[in-house]
């Protein structure tokens, strides 16, 4: 999802570049509804993850079959690899476009990949949003500057949200060294409510539900909601919230994408390679916080020294104010009969 949404803003500025060229963004199949209905581009959803990560069926490789045959039916000019790794570069290969360009070898992921590449573009850039847009600059020549707000559709409402404002966040991340403790998502959403009277709402998918109630259970009474959703519904709670409270992950880089205020926190991975770029956004992450990008199997020692009080203190001065209502018209007016 992060993937996706760091790409996003490189493939508006590609079609604005060549306006008169037809685009197909190839995309896993559960992030397609994050291009759903974008009038720039058209979206093909190709589920490489699956066929990469498992035993291939007979009926896999039919599918496999059929989506190359799929591919080379549009007969490319151009095939652009955003995510550099083995599997995406291969998969732009079988389609055998007449050039395949990607990054140069200091910023592929999987090096061996330049292999399947027929040209490569420097892109020195820190963050990968901007790394993306070096690379659409250096292949079309365009000398501008990332559209301020990109496409995204505009979301379901699911009717579990609370009725006036709330905080949201989606406390899981791909990786546990990226998450907060749960104590302390717990600690956080009482202080909300008693200081605020706003309640936390925490989302997640449907195999979620049980790490989300652990942390509701924590916490006062009415002080935190649990809500299950579907891509879509994500998108219509972040729209509709408050604030966002997020880890490194993927609802956090929506939010700052749709530009909502709240606070990023950050421990093992750096905020300058993929962090908020969002001015409403504030990141926390300790001075002290080594960058290890270690898919490990517990919460990192500098997620934990981010404390509640701390998270907090950034978190209630990027909420809007409560709205407050004004009577017009004189008191004779307004009287009871």
Request: aromatic share 6%; net charge positive; hydrophobic share 40%.
């Amino acid at each position: 999802m992060g993937d996706v949404l760091h790409t996003l803003p490189a493939v508006e500025l590609l079609c604005e570049a060549w306006p008169e060229t037809r685009v197909t963004w190839v995309v896993e199949p559960s992030w397609a509804p994050l291009l759903e209905r974008h009038p720039d581009f058209d979206v093909l959803p190709i589920p490489l993850k699956r066929w990469t990560r498992r035993r291939l069926s007979p009926q896999s490789w039919r599918g496999v079959r059929d989506a190359v045959r799929g591919l080379r039916d549009r007969r490319f000019d151009l095939a652009v690899v955003f995510h550099p790794l083995i599997k995406a570069t291969a998969l732009a290969r079988l389609a055998r476009p007449k050039e395949t360009v990607g990054f140069d070898t200091a910023n592929l992921r999987e090096p061996l990949s330049r292999l399947l590449l027929s040209r490569q573009i420097t892109a020195n850039r820190e963050h990968v949003v901007d790394k993306n847009l070096a690379l659409v600059r250096e292949l079309t020549g365009l000398r501008k500057e990332a559209p301020n707000e990109v496409r995204l559709p505009p979301g379901d409402l699911s009717p579990d949200l609370p009725p006036g404002e709330f905080l949201l966040t989606s406390p899981l991340a791909g990786w546990r060294s990226k998450e907060w403790p749960p104590e302390y998502f717990a600690r956080l959403a009482a202080k909300a409510w008693e200081r605020r009277g706003i309640p936390l709402v925490l989302d997640g998918a449907p195999n979620d539900r049980k790490a989300l109630q652990k942390i509701s259970d924590l916490a006062p009474a009415d002080a935190c909601v649990v809500h299950i959703s579907t891509l879509a519904e994500l998108i219509g709670a972040s729209r509709r919230a408050s604030a966002v409270l997020g880890v490194d992950s993927g609802p956090l880089h929506l939010a700052d994408l749709l530009g909502k205020p709240g606070v990023a926190l950050f421990g093992p991975t750096d905020p300058k390679r993929n962090g908020p770029r969002n001015p409403k956004m504030r990141t926390l992450r300790r001075g002290d916080a080594p960058t290890s990008y270690g898919r490990e199997s517990r919460i990192a020692d500098s997620m934990r020294a981010l404390t509640p009080d701390d998270v907090w203190s950034e978190l209630a001065d990027v909420i809007p104010p409560k709205p407050t209502l004004t009577l017009v018209g004189s008191p004779k007016e307004t009287q009871s009969p």
